[in-house]
Each structure stands twice: as C-alpha cells, then as structure tokens.
C-alpha cells in the first residue's frame, strides 16, 4: 500500500474516463457514416457496449484476462466479482496504482473493442444478436488474447510488444469485423444504391473525440505520470497528424477534392496504428507510422470494396491493416528517439520484428476463426440479420421505436 502514488493514481483514473469518452466518440464516428434511417441503431451498438461490457468485465472478463495464469492461456477464477481485488493496495500488475484502478482502465479497453467491431455490420445485425455476440466475444476472444499479450501469458512472455492495444484491441477486433462483413453478407442493394455518409460534423466530431480520447488510452498504458506517459502523448498525436495529411493527400490525388471524412478516417488510422508502439518509439518514427497507416489503410479500403465485402464503415481497413502496420513498425523502430523516456536495453530489431510477426499471425488466426464460430453459431440458432422489410424501413424504427430525425427519411 505504501507504493500506491496518488499523482499515478488520479493519471490512470483520469485516463480511464478518457477512453470511456472514446466509446460514445466512435458513435458519432460511425453514427455519421451512416444512413439516417439506422443512425440511432449503430450509436446503441456503441452506447450499449458500454452497458454488456461494463458488467461482463466486472463478474467474469477481468479475471479470465488478468487472473492468475493458466497455463499460459487464460487467467484464473480468482478475481470473479472483483473478489480479492483492493480499491487501496496496488495489484500485481501495477505497482503505484490501487489494483481497481487497474481493473476500470483495462474495462474501459474491453468496452470499445466490440463497439469497433459493430461498424462492419450496420442497418442488418438483430440486436438481440448483437447482445449475445457482444457477450460471447468479450469472453471467448478478448478476454483470452488480453491474458496472452498483457495478463502473463504466452505472446507477452514471447516478447510480442504491444504497448497499448495493437494486437488486442485492434487487430483483434479488425479480423472479428472482416469474419463479421462475410458472414453477415452484404447490405441490401450493396453497391446499386448510394449509401453514403449522412451527417459528416458527426464524423468529424466523432474522430476528434477519439482523437482527445486516444491520450488517455495510449499516454495512460504507460500507468504512471511520468516520462513515458509524456512520450506516449507526443507520438500519438504526431501519428495521427500524419495520418490524416497522408489521406487527404491521396483523396485529393484520387478524387481531385481534400475530402472532410478521409481527414477524420485518416487520423484515425494514425492513432491505431502508433498505438502498439506508443511507449517504444519516437517522435520521428511516429511520423513514418502516421504516413504508412494513411497510405496503406487508405489501399485496404479500396481492395475490401474491389472484393465486394461489405465491411460498411471500413472496420478491417483502419483497425486491421493500420494495426497489423503499426505491430511490424513496434519492432522497426523500437527505442528510436524515445528521448530518454526510458531504457530498453539492447534490441534486436531484426529479433524483434520477427517475434512481431509471430504476435500478427496468432491475432489473425485467434480472432478471424473464433469470430466466425461464434456468429456462424447464431447465425444457424436465433438468426443474425433482420428481414428486409425492416432493413428496408432502417432499425431505428424497426428495433429501437425511435428516429433520429422524425418525420424525415433520408
């Protein structure tokens, strides 16, 4: 108890309400890119993760991703209604920090990674489906990949570096989207219909939500209010100013305009992808980071459209392809001008990238396959999608009995 550091403590709380932040953020961010008719549907997707996961994480999701190791593949029972975990004395995780601040901050990571998910099957997904895979994921997929990297398990003891969510949170659930877009299947009349972005402030305050929020996720994995913290919160805002100038350039390239919604996905892809790296490298390296994740999620986009997969608002392109970069550039560019911020010791980067590469391949495999289990099992019990007359009407109506814009359809 006596290493418990009150300045740490309110950082990792404050931090923990800056990624809650994110969640409602992503809401406006994917309410935005929607059709008005299912606007309030997709921001419930969000707001109601909040709801499943919060509890889930408190009765049974901390315990099986940061209990007691398990053979190196899940946590133990032993933190089961938070039993055993103080609100005073620091846990085995954090050493400067109650063991229950840890606990909330880690909840906040789980909360929005299947809110990510949500955007690859918008205005066709039951909610009732839409609850039970929440659960399902939540406890099947991330609970176990967080144990791995960060809980005491096999890829964290492998030497897979992930600072602050690339593997676990991002391409986690990038992959669960992309099994999502082909077992779902397409929207009604994909591709024969405009189906654009119906309120583009709501993208644009959505980003810069994440944007604000995304300190609190990166800057606070650091779990101290100290020089890595500080690094944390440069390379992510340099990444994602990168990002974003590399996918207005290449829309205005393209397209021949600077597009509104390509800044907001840009800046985005920016902040996943320098997330993994976020305490190991650099503010120069975050730059290279930033460009590559606007040119190479800015390309995925386009080939996921080419393949006619309808992962609606470009889950795989941003959270897939520009983690799975910023995973290989951790191990490119780890301890370039971090600016004393802390000792690495001696690195091997072509060691490291290798060890990278391995922590990539299992984050494909684990979250695309389980993914597919889990929606192919409700798929053939309860059902996944809605009939057309109510995808049709749009599942503001149909599900939820409210309308974002009454007496309108657009």
Not at 55 to 74: E, H, T
Request: aromatic share 12%; charged share 10%.
């Amino acid at each position: 108890m006596d290493l418990v550091n009150s300045g740490d403590t309110a950082w990792v709380l404050a931090s923990s309400a800056l990624v809650l932040l994110m969640t409602p953020g992503l809401a406006f961010f994917y309410g935005g890119l929607v059709r008005s008719k299912s606007v309030v549907g997709v921001i419930m997707h969000s707001f109601m993760a909040m709801g499943i996961v919060g509890v889930v994480w408190v009765l049974w999701g901390y315990s099986l991703a940061f209990g007691p190791d398990w053979g190196s593949f899940i946590g133990k029972l032993d933190y089961v209604g938070l039993r055993n975990v103080s609100a005073v004395e620091a846990g085995p995780w954090a050493d400067t920090i109650p063991h229950m601040t840890f606990v909330i901050f880690q909840g906040m990571f789980a909360i929005i990674t299947p809110a990510l998910i949500t955007g690859a099957f918008v205005e066709r997904m039951k909610f009732s489906a839409y609850i039970i895979f929440t659960i399902a994921w939540v406890t099947i997929v991330y609970a176990p990949m967080a144990h791995w990297v960060w809980g005491g398990g096999w890829l964290g003891g492998f030497g897979v570096m992930d600072f602050a969510g690339g593997a676990v949170v991002h391409m986690n659930s990038g992959l669960a989207a992309l099994a999502a877009a082909i077992i779902v299947g397409r929207r009604l009349r994909h591709g024969q219909e405009p189906m654009d972005s119906h309120n583009v402030p709501f993208v644009i305050l959505g980003a810069s939500l994440l944007w604000f929020g995304w300190f609190g996720f990166n800057a606070g994995s650091a779990l101290t209010a100290g020089g890595s913290a500080s690094l944390a919160f440069m390379v992510t805002n340099t990444a994602a100013a990168a990002a974003a100038l590399t996918w207005v350039g290449l829309s205005w390239h393209f397209s021949g305009k600077p597009s509104a919604v390509g800044a907001a996905a840009g800046a985005v892809a920016g902040l996943v992808a320098i997330t993994p790296a976020a305490g190991f490298v650099g503010p120069m390296p975050a730059i290279v980071i930033g460009m590559g994740a606007g040119a190479f999620c800015f390309g995925a986009m386009f080939l996921i459209r080419r393949l006619r997969i309808d992962d609606s608002l470009d889950v795989f392109a941003v959270h897939g392809i520009g983690g799975t970069w910023g995973a290989l550039a951790t191990g490119i560019f780890v301890a370039v001008g971090t600016a004393g911020a802390f000792d690495l010791g001696d690195i091997d980067r072509l060691e490291q990238v290798g060890k990278q590469i391995v922590g990539i391949a299992v984050t494909w495999g684990w979250s695309f396959t389980l993914t597919a289990a889990i929606l192919l099992a409700i798929k053939y019990t309860i059902g996944l999608r809605v009939d057309e007359p109510m995808e049709e009407q749009g599942l503001d109506i149909g599900i939820h009995g409210d309308e974002a814009y009454p007496g309108t359809f657009r």
